[in-house]
């Protein structure tokens, strides 16, 4: 299709081939939403024939504009358009949803015109705030951001974080575009064709707002040349039916998620005009356009002497603060908790990198994975216990194969006075169990630092757990601090019991085996800083080397953390059964001074100790 000349008519004829590809390949597939995907037709239509900029041949050109299908399961409408663009085949159109195909349920990266995996509603908005903000104020280069969303979405409390954020930060680069189609899966949305409620909606919230009947070409056309003129984000509001375009799927309740049966295939696609293959050449950026922060080099890390003290949160903000001043592609977020997180030191230092996404841990996870997505190296950070808010950005950025970088302050009972509200007791569990995560525990500002230097250079997702007390600085800067390590701090050949602590309770392990000492009771300190992944060699050679005799201690519930972490790395050597002690939280704690709650939940030195003596004997 010459986009030149195109107009309503060759408009129509491609949104008719989108509905009629979407049908068969849901069809061919025996699942799949063909009538989510053909309410949307004509949106995506206008789109790619006139307004979208993106260069099939050359994914990564980062001057491509980017579409999101934050309704991810009208993947057969995005599929058909790739085959529409001469990005795939009909043939690959048709193995849908197969075993091994590249086209899956919902779209993930795997396809290389996909920046990151959608599905799981509410998400797609929030991530391309953070595509649309790397554009704005890091990139500077003219691509823009389009949005396709969902009406049913449109109740997730994360699309209207989104829409503050987009307009707190300006984003006239932003369109969302609503496929207000009226039908959820089992019933009629809230707000059903009702476009004025969304549209007044946002522009409360700081938006342009154009409302467009979504299956007239001329009138989306007008609206996306609309868009293209504001100083601000954009929602189109465009009233669908889904199904449109079959008389037994239009505007049909109870068709979700359901394909058009092999019987009735021929009748829907004749109404539809029968097949056809229209090609459309997709207009490319124009120039050159630049993606990334440029200049990297080896940080210039903070120190810290033996004996000093120093909270870990406050090393992690020195160190952060040194990792963005040797590499230009470093960026920091933080929900609104800078000056607890100490997030605020690469804030003060490089302000132009740094992100407020305020109390929206949501958003501000969304935001570094569309950061991502223009490579660079987001570190997001808040209270430990407020990422499980995001925990569901987390787990599907782990889908999206995207690199983040997430601190937790405030970790367990020994944040203190604060109550249990801002103690973080689950989040080893809850990172521990991301795909491909890495979940670090340092104990002194050193071993921070050097760990925040490794996360930037570290794939996948990344959480680093940070205390809120000072703690004593037990190892020199000269030390390495490997990813998958750990560190003995205490060991002899007369060692009778293994000690492995974590963060806070190394501390109380060395405390603990100074008591033992006096006692003429000898034992070995691991400090596992790696909690995954873990240094199964390091703790299994510990352990078989102290009589099978270990106890863990944690500032977290028993469930999911290091002690199951430490068992699991014993199972793995099939060696003799150990006799196991595990010191965690296992009550709910109340406010209190640090070292009462660290008593009073049986994780300190004089618990330790108590733990080794009854194996001991």
């Not at 009226?182 to 809230?190: K, S």
């Not at 050449?281 to 050159?288: A, I, L, R, S």
């Not at 940070?466 to 190892?475: A, E, G, M, S």
């Not at 010191?583 to 109340?590: F, N, S, Y």
Request: charged residues 25%; negative net charge.
């Amino acid at each position: 299709m010459d986009q030149r000349t195109a107009g309503s008519e060759e408009w129509r004829a491609l949104a008719q081939q989108l509905r009629a590809d979407s049908i068969r390949s849901s069809t061919g597939a025996g699942s799949g939403h063909p009538t989510s995907s053909m309410s949307a037709a004509d949106l995506m239509s206008v789109l790619m024939s006139k307004y979208l900029r993106y260069d099939f041949d050359e994914p990564e050109n980062p001057g491509n504009d980017h579409l999101i299908f934050s309704k991810g399961h009208a993947s057969p409408l995005l599929y058909s358009m790739y085959k529409a663009a001469g990005a795939i085949t009909d043939e690959e159109l048709m193995t849908f949803r197969e075993f091994g195909s590249r086209l899956q349920g919902h779209p993930t990266p795997v396809l290389p015109w996909v920046d990151v995996a959608t599905g799981s509603l509410g998400q797609g908005l929030p991530i391309g705030i953070g595509v649309a903000l790397a554009g704005k104020y890091l990139d500077e280069e003219p691509y823009r951001v389009w949005v396709l969303c969902g009406d049913s979405e449109m109740a997730e409390g994360s699309m209207w974080e989104a829409f503050q954020h987009a307009s707190f930060y300006k984003l006239d680069n932003l369109v969302a575009i609503l496929d207000m189609n009226r039908l959820g899966q089992t019933r009629e949305t809230m707000d059903g064709w009702n476009g004025d409620h969304y549209a007044s909606r946002a522009r409360a919230f700081g938006w342009h707002a154009i409302e467009v009947d979504g299956h007239d070409p001329e009138a989306i056309d007008n609206a996306y040349s609309e868009a293209l003129g504001n100083d601000g984000p954009t929602l189109i509001v465009a009233k669908t039916k889904k199904g449109y375009g079959v008389s037994f799927l239009e505007d049909v309740d109870g068709m979700h998620g359901k394909p058009v049966t092999p019987d009735r295939e021929e009748a829907a696609l004749e109404e539809l005009g029968g097949t056809n293959d229209l090609r459309v050449d997709v207009h490319k950026p124009d120039g050159t356009a630049s993606t990334g922060g440029g200049s990297t080099g080896e940080a210039d890390l903070p120190t810290w002497e033996l004996g000093d003290e120093e909270a870990t949160r406050g090393a992690y903000g020195a160190a952060l603060k040194a990792v963005g001043g040797a590499r230009d592609d470093v960026v920091a977020l933080d929900g609104e908790v800078s000056n607890s997180t100490h997030s605020q030191e690469f804030a003060e230092e490089y302000p132009e990198r740094y992100f407020e996404m305020f109390i929206a841990e949501q958003q501000m996870v969304a935001a570094a994975v569309g950061m991502s997505v223009r490579r660079y190296v987001p570190f997001a950070s808040s209270f430990a216990a407020f990422f499980s808010r995001a925990y569901d950005f987390i787990r599907m950025a782990a889908i999206s194969g995207a690199d983040l970088r997430l601190s937790g302050s405030h970790a367990g009972v020994s944040i203190g006075e604060d109550g249990p509200s801002q103690m973080a007791l689950e989040d080893i569990a809850m990172m521990r169990a991301v795909h491909g995560s890495t979940v670090l525990q340092p104990s002194d500002a050193n071993q921070t630092a050097k760990l925040v230097a490794q996360m930037a250079d570290t794939s996948g997702i990344s959480f680093m757990r940070t205390l809120r007390p000072k703690t004593p600085v037990i190892y020199s800067a000269e030390e390495d601090f490997p990813i998958g390590g750990s560190k003995t701090i205490a060991s002899s050949d007369d060692d009778e019991v293994t000690i492995i602590g974590s963060g806070i309770t190394v501390h109380e392990a060395i405390k603990a085996a100074d008591a033992l000492a006096g006692e003429n009771i000898s034992v070995r300190i691991v400090d596992c800083y790696s909690i995954k992944p873990i240094d199964a060699a390091g703790i299994q050679a510990a352990v078989r080397a102290t009589g099978n005799r270990v106890v863990v201690a944690e500032d977290h519930w028993p469930e999911g953390g290091v002690g199951e972490a430490v068992l699991s790395a014993l199972a793995e050597d099939g060696g003799e059964p150990v006799e196991f002690r595990h010191l965690a939280v296992t009550k709910m704690p109340g406010s209190g001074k640090s070292e009462e709650l660290l008593s009073s939940h049986g994780i300190d030195a004089e618990h330790i100790a108590r733990a080794v003596r009854e194996l001991v004997g």
